[in-house]
């Protein structure tokens, strides 16, 4: 049984008509995580739960609930959900108020019984403080970032078994806190250091490269294996925009190109499809001075078609699904 929630969906008006949306691009299933306010007018006490939506069109045809630490007793935060390469099944970080006793779990991209949580449920790593994002490569090879003791953040990876991950490889730490990790390749990965810097990293050597940063500040890369376009978000004056670049094999960064600037919203959370051919990202409206207020919106990349998907102001992570 599939439970299903009514999310508000924007109506976007455009000065010149467009013509009619790609069906590829806005005829797609994907997760999110979405903040929810245990009470109304207290921004600080919100709690992120993980939903799949399916559009067409466009426009949020149906949602499905696959956490629900944000109505549960102690609450936790579900987030950072992505995909398995078949889109059966999600990875996602768990945590505790404050980010603590975070636990790095999977399931399936389902609610079978309609308990308001994904099925078979599996805690695959802990830690006392935190875990940043995971990405989830092929043959099942997980990639994440872990707190250790010095409060550096090992990147370590390892293959998921069934329910439970196999031995642990720590590659490296970095003690700019690593997160938003992508796979360019199967065994490189690019992520956002600190909020400041994009970074690649050789899983084989284990040998990282700065690409960018700390000026211009970049954020939250984005690309898939086979491509070397990738795209990320970058601070131009107050608000950040999307851009894209082409990742050459040195590794360096080539033909940087602005894709889109809106003087009154931030981009963040960028993905791209697993084909390559549309953009996900979170829109921050700045005119809205308190707590988080993104919301979804889809970019067609070949013919340029943007369009608002939500107008609920409480997104934090978007996921395509293969």
């Known amino acids: 049984?599939?439970?299903?929630?009514t999310l508000l969906i924007a109506?976007?008006?455009?000065?010149?008509p467009l013509p009619s949306f790609a069906a590829d691009c806005f005829d797609r299933t994907m997760a999110i995580s979405r903040y929810h306010y245990i009470n109304p007018g207290d921004v600080g006490n919100n709690w992120q739960d993980i939903y799949e939506i399916e559009l067409n069109a466009g426009k949020v045809a149906s949602v499905v609930r696959l956490t629900k630490g944000a109505v549960s007793l102690p609450r936790y935060d579900s987030s950072s959900p992505v995909?398995?390469?078949?889109?059966?099944?999600?990875?996602?970080?768990?945590?505790?108020a404050g980010g603590t006793n975070a636990r790095l779990k999977v399931m399936d991209a389902d609610d079978g019984n309609g308990d308001l949580m994904g099925d078979n449920m599996s805690v695959l790593d802990s830690a006392d403080v935190d875990i940043a994002t995971v990405a989830w490569g092929a043959n099942d090879r997980l990639v994440y970032g872990k707190f250790d003791a010095s409060k550096n953040t090992q990147i370590v990876s390892a293959t998921l078994n069934g329910q439970s991950l196999g031995p642990i490889t720590v590659h490296t730490a970095d003690a700019?806190?690593?997160?938003?990790?992508?796979?360019?390749?199967?065994?490189?990965?690019?992520?956002?250091?600190?909020?400041?810097?994009?970074?690649?990293?050789?899983?084989?050597?284990?040998?990282?490269?700065?690409?960018?940063?700390?000026?211009?500040?970049?954020?939250?890369?984005?690309?898939i294996v086979g491509n070397n376009n990738i795209f990320f978000?970058?601070?131009?004056?107050?608000?950040l925009d999307l851009w894209q670049a082409v990742l050459d094999n040195n590794p360096s960064l080539s033909s940087e190109t602005a894709v889109l600037s809106t003087p009154d919203f931030s981009e963040t959370s960028v993905a791209l499809s697993g084909?390559?051919?549309c953009l996900a990202y979170l829109?921050?409206?700045?005119?809205?001075?308190?707590?988080?207020?993104?919301?979804?919106?889809?970019?067609?990349?070949?013919?340029?078609?943007?369009?608002?998907i939500t107008k609920t102001r409480d997104l934090a992570a978007v996921s395509w699904k293969p």
């Open 83 to 96: 995909y398995s390469p078949d889109g059966t099944r999600i990875a996602y970080v768990e945590a505790d």
């Open 275 to 277: 084909d390559g051919g």
């Open 283 to 308: 829109a921050s409206d700045l005119t809205v001075t308190y707590g988080p207020n993104s919301d979804l919106w889809i970019r067609d990349l070949a013919t340029g078609q943007t369009k608002r």
């Open 176 to 223: 700019e806190y690593p997160d938003s990790f992508t796979f360019v390749a199967n065994d490189q990965l690019l992520y956002d250091a600190d909020g400041r810097y994009l970074k690649h990293i050789n899983l084989t050597s284990n040998h990282i490269t700065q690409l960018s940063g700390p000026v211009p500040i970049d954020r939250t890369p984005t690309g």
């Open 233 to 239: 978000t970058r601070l131009v004056g107050s608000t």
């Open 1 to 5: 049984m599939r439970t299903r929630y």
């Open 11 to 16: 109506g976007v008006a455009f000065a010149l």
